[in-house]
Structure formats: C-alpha cells, structure tokens
C-alpha cells in the first residue's frame, strides 16, 4: 500500500510561484514513476507532468512547458511540482499520483496510476 500526502498550493496572482509537495510511504518510492495531475470545475482530469524513477526524464503537457518543473527526491520519498509564470488558467485541484508498475515510463493516462494524493487547491487570480 502507497500513502501519499500532498501540501503546498494556495491563492497566487497571475505571475507568481507556488511550490507543491507530496510525500510518499513506503520503502520503494524509488522505483515509481510519479506525476501530477490537476482537474479544474466543470473539466475532467488532466495530465499536467510525470518524472521516471530516477528522476532522469519528465514529460509536461504543452502549456506548462517552460513553466512548471517535476522533481523527486528518493532520499526523501518526495515529488515537487514547482510552478512559475502561473496563469488564471492553471486554476485546479492538483493531485499527485503514483504509478508503481511502470517506473521507466512517462504515462499521460490517469488510469496508469494506481496511487493519489488528497489534491491541493491552487488559484491564480487576474
């Protein structure tokens, strides 16, 4: 069984910056792929970045590329979704999820991922 505990997020301006973490348990966080996923009202769940085991390759979907960064930390069974440049459009729940069976590949498809957090609001206000 995989927990993971999301924190971060919050009310923004467009422009800023917001940090997300989540935490994972379990001894083997290493070997997941991880990734983020965000659902905004009234829209389904969408892909937002994933990251590989180890970290080595990540994939964004286009309208966050050069905006938003994923990066995991195995010491600390954490993954990071730093954004930047944040726009009113990025206004979502953001869920972080865990794909235990594919730690090389970098699915789009939220039901690849057998783990989520909790979500975490973020809001970018105009």
């Known amino acids: 069984q995989v927990q993971l505990v999301q924190s971060g997020g919050g009310l923004v301006q467009a422009g800023g910056s917001l940090r997300l973490s989540c935490a994972a348990s379990?001894?083997?966080?290493?070997?997941?792929?991880m990734a983020w996923f965000r659902q905004a009202p009234g829209n389904e769940r969408e892909f937002v970045s994933a990251?590989?085991?180890?970290?080595?390759?990540?994939y964004y979907r286009d309208s966050v590329k050069g905006r938003f960064t994923i990066s995991r930390d195995n010491a600390k069974n954490t993954v990071l979704l730093q954004m930047n440049s944040l726009k009113p459009e990025d206004t979502a729940v953001y869920y972080c999820?865990?794909?235990?069976?594919?730690?090389?590949?970098?699915?789009?498809?939220?039901?690849?991922?057998?783990?989520w957090g909790q979500g975490t609001q973020v809001t970018v206000s105009s």
């Open positions: 999820a865990a794909n235990v069976n594919g730690g090389s590949l970098l699915r789009t498809s939220e039901y690849r991922y057998e783990y």
């Open positions: 379990g001894h083997t966080f290493s070997s997941y792929a």
């Open positions: 990251i590989t085991w180890n970290g080595a390759s990540t």
